[in-house]
């Protein structure tokens, strides 16, 4: 990875001030801890109670409308990649 100087700079200040033998060490560490919480945020859905009832009574049908063109579609795409 290429970053600019006073980037690197400010990241061997940190690494050693955590106590890190080595920049690989830190960022390797910052990596393991960070990008399991930001994949996490990208493929989980977070409700209310409220809007989860909503949201299942829609699933269920009852008094909605068929779902529109644009739904459908997604659902389809969704099922493509495995969803």
Request: aromatic share 6%.
């Given at each position: 990875m290429r970053v600019d100087a006073d980037t690197k700079q400010l990241a061997e200040r940190a690494s050693a001030a955590a106590g890190y033998a080595s920049l690989t060490d830190?960022?390797?560490?910052?990596?393991?801890?960070?990008?399991?919480?930001?994949?996490?945020?990208q493929t989980t859905i977070e409700l209310s109670n409220q809007h989860f009832d909503q949201f299942m009574a829609a699933c269920m049908g009852g008094d909605t409308a068929a779902p529109g063109p644009r739904i459908l579609e997604a659902a389809k795409r969704l099922d493509q990649e495995g969803f």
């Open positions: 830190f960022v390797t560490h910052l990596i393991r801890e960070n990008a399991p919480e930001i994949l996490k945020q």
